[in-house]
Every structure is written in C-alpha cells, then in structure tokens.
C-alpha cells in the first residue's frame, strides 16, 4: 500500500472512482468530484495528460503587442528619415540614427524579458504576430495593442512629402490609446518605453508637428507636488540664464524657454493644490554664472538633469494613465528645448539606454 502522509488527502482507489460513477452516472460530474484528490496525488485523467504532454503554452508579456509594434515603427522611421537624404547633421538623418538605435534597445529588452527571439523578430515581417489589424487613426488615437503604430502613415504621406511626412509618421504614435498602452507595460520596462513616446513627441515637434495633448486627470495631487520641485528648480536657474543673456539670441531663447517652464511650474502647481509647498527662496547652482558664456552652458546643464528627472518620474507614475501621459508631454518638450540648446537628441530622453 502507498504511504499516506500526514496533512495529504487520501488517494482514491480504483474502487472508490468506480463506486463513484454508479452512485452519480456521469462521467463529468466524476470527474470534477475525484479531479482534486487525483492531482494531489500526482495523478492526472487521461484529458490532462494529453493536454499537458506539448511544451507549455507561453503566457504573454503584459503590454507585449504594444512594445513589439514600437520596436517594429522604430525600423520603419529609421527607413523613412534615411530615405529622405540630407546631410548628416540634419534632422532626418540623426532621428534615422535614434530610430535604428531604439529598434535595438527594445529587441534587447523584450528577449530579457522572456519574449522568444522568433515573435521579436517576426514582427518585422508584414505576417508577423505583433501588429496585423487595422490601422491606426493617426495622432489623435496613436497605437493599441492590437494596431501598428504609424500604419497610417502611408495615407499620410500621400498627402504632404518630406520632413512634413516623416513628422506625421512620428506623432502616428501618440495619442490617448497610446498612453492608455504604456500604462499596461510592465514597471520595469515603462520609463524605457515612455522615454521613448517623448522622442517622438520631440521628434515631431522639431519637424514642426506639435501634438496636442489631452488634459491629464489625476487621483494623487501629491505626485504633482512631488514633480514640481525640479520644476521651480529650474524655473529659478532659467531666471540666471536671462539675467545673463542681456543680448541678441541667446536671451531671446533663454526668455523663451523661461516662460515655457514657468508655464508647467503654473500647471504643476494647480495639479497639487494644497499639497505643493512653498518654494523656496533660492536654489543653488553647480557653479557661479557671471558670462553669457556661463549661463547658456548652465542652461544645456539644467535641461540635461530636468530630463533625467523627468525619466526617473515615468516610473513613479504607478501606471497611472493621467499622471503618465503628463510627465510624458514634459519630457517631449524638455527634448526639444534642451535640443535648441544643443543638448543632442537621444533614443530615449534622460535614461542612459543599455549597452
């Protein structure tokens, strides 16, 4: 006889499965009534096995159609800019450079999260497994986890050419949908994959394609209180900035980008309400500002950390679809005036994108 453990259940007999289905009569209800103790006793109905005697059926990544269509436009931008020609330091041919170097990164995460290098792949044929229904709507909508980001953009460029066509292909990816998709991926992947959303928000502003952005809704004002601080932070090192700009451009850009700030630090500060505190009298400056000199390399400097704030703070946003799809829009425009700063354009603003 089998050795029965104490705190085990007793393994039914051939008997008892038979005594079982005379006094019931049917053979599903036998088995719901005996499938419990069986499997605790190591053994499985005939059904089971041959249902568990393949490989294990793969659960899919959260998120996962969403980041293999990102990784799949990636390729498909870096193809459009290269084909729009142009010197190298131009627009298109850097955001051909970024794109390529996003495809990457996202083919590295996604295998080092568990996605089997034949579904990676495979999104990049027109049968692949990531992106097969219809297209997306443009950037109102921007990509689902069931559409292809950009898959309007054919449509797109029919109508305009050029750098017009490429910026229409870039913001293809934003959008309500798209930020509602983000929300989904898991945390550790998400600044990764908002970064990203923000250059192509950048991207398509620099290109002279702005997006709209919905207004956010918020369930914690704290976590607006708690953005705010690197916000004013630099609010206060943009007011030296002017002070020493007296002339020409440079203080024009650093008046510009003033206002721009102090306009978020305002929405910022009606997002927290009672939870922002006072800001405080001064900050300090990682070295003295007396030269415009000074002040325009203070300014590259105070855009480079807003951006790593504002990267670290996409992975604070718990997922929170209003909160997310905010610190998203402020990371685009950092880029972009951190760009006309002659900050360079990177895959994936304020993260230092792996190896």
């Given at each position: 006889?089998?050795?029965?453990?104490?705190?085990?259940?007793?393994c039914?007999?051939?008997?008892?499965?038979?005594?079982?289905?005379a006094?019931?009569?049917?053979?599903?209800?036998v088995?719901?009534?005996?499938?419990?103790?069986?499997?605790?006793?190591?053994?499985?109905?005939?059904?089971?096995?041959?249902?568990?005697?393949?490989?294990?059926?793969?659960?899919?990544?959260r998120?996962?159609?969403?980041?293999?269509?990102?990784?799949?436009?990636?390729?498909?931008?870096?193809?459009?800019?290269?084909a729009?020609?142009?010197?190298?330091?131009?627009?298109?041919a850097?955001?051909?450079?970024?794109?390529?170097?996003?495809?990457?990164?996202?083919?590295?995460?996604l295998?080092?999260?568990?996605?089997?290098?034949?579904?990676?792949?495979?999104?990049?044929?027109?049968?692949?497994?990531?992106?097969?229904?219809?297209?997306?709507?443009?950037?109102s909508?921007?990509?689902?986890?069931?559409?292809?980001?950009?898959?309007?953009?054919?449509?797109?460029?029919?109508?305009?050419?050029?750098?017009?066509?490429?910026?229409?292909s870039?913001?293809?990816?934003?959008?309500?949908?798209?930020?509602?998709?983000?929300?989904?991926?898991p945390?550790?992947?998400?600044?990764?994959?908002?970064?990203?959303?923000?250059?192509?928000?950048?991207?398509?502003?620099?290109?002279?394609?702005?997006?709209?952005?919905p207004?956010p809704?918020?369930?914690?004002?704290?976590?607006?209180?708690?953005?705010?601080?690197?916000?004013?932070?630099?609010?206060?090192?943009?007011q030296?900035?002017?002070?020493?700009?007296?002339?020409?451009?440079?203080?024009?850009?650093?008046?510009?980008?003033?206002?721009?700030l102090?306009?978020r630090?305002?929405?910022q500060?009606?997002?927290?309400?009672p939870?922002?505190?006072?800001?405080?009298?001064?900050?300090?400056?990682?070295?003295?500002?007396?030269?415009?000199?000074?002040?325009?390399?203070?300014a590259?400097?105070?855009?480079?950390?807003?951006?790593?704030?504002?990267?670290?703070?996409l992975?604070?946003?718990?997922?929170?679809?209003?909160?997310?799809?905010?610190?998203?829009?402020?990371?685009?425009?950092?880029?972009?005036?951190?760009?006309?700063w002659?900050?360079?354009?990177?895959?994936?603003?304020?993260?230092v994108?792996?190896?």
């Amino acid at each position: 006889m089998p050795e029965h453990r104490p705190g085990t259940p007793s393994c039914p007999t051939r008997r008892d499965v038979l005594a079982a289905g005379a006094r019931f009569g049917t053979v599903a209800l036998v088995s719901a009534l005996v499938s419990a103790p069986l499997a605790a006793c190591g053994i499985r109905l005939e059904g089971d096995a041959r249902r568990g005697g393949g490989a294990p059926e793969r659960r899919p990544l959260r998120g996962e159609p969403f980041l293999l269509a990102l990784r799949r436009h990636s390729l498909d931008l870096a193809a459009e800019a290269t084909a729009l020609g142009g010197p190298a330091k131009a627009l298109p041919a850097r955001l051909a450079v970024l794109h390529t170097r996003q495809a990457e990164v996202l083919r590295t995460e996604l295998l080092r999260l568990g996605v089997p290098v034949s579904v990676v792949d495979g999104a990049e044929e027109p049968d692949g497994t990531a992106t097969t229904t219809s297209p997306s709507a443009g950037p109102s909508s921007g990509p689902s986890s069931t559409q292809s980001p950009g898959a309007s953009s054919g449509a797109t460029a029919g109508a305009v050419t050029g750098p017009q066509a490429l910026a229409a292909s870039e913001a293809g990816d934003l959008g309500p949908a798209a930020i509602t998709d983000l929300a989904g991926v898991p945390a550790e992947v998400l600044p990764l994959a908002g970064a990203l959303l923000a250059q192509r928000a950048a991207a398509a502003a620099l290109l002279g394609t702005p997006t709209t952005w919905p207004e956010p809704k918020w369930s914690e004002p704290s976590l607006a209180a708690s953005y705010l601080q690197s916000t004013r932070a630099a609010v206060y090192g943009f007011q030296v900035v002017a002070a020493q700009s007296p002339t020409g451009a440079q203080r024009t850009l650093a008046r510009t980008t003033l206002a721009v700030l102090e306009a978020r630090q305002g929405r910022q500060e009606a997002l927290a309400g009672p939870a922002a505190a006072p800001p405080p009298l001064a900050y300090p400056l990682p070295y003295p500002v007396a030269t415009p000199a000074a002040a325009r390399k203070l300014a590259a400097h105070l855009l480079t950390e807003l951006l790593a704030t504002g990267a670290r703070d996409l992975g604070s946003t718990g997922g929170e679809a209003g909160p997310l799809g905010a610190v998203v829009q402020w990371l685009a425009d950092t880029e972009v005036l951190a760009s006309r700063w002659g900050v360079a354009l990177t895959p994936f603003p304020g993260l230092v994108a792996p190896a």
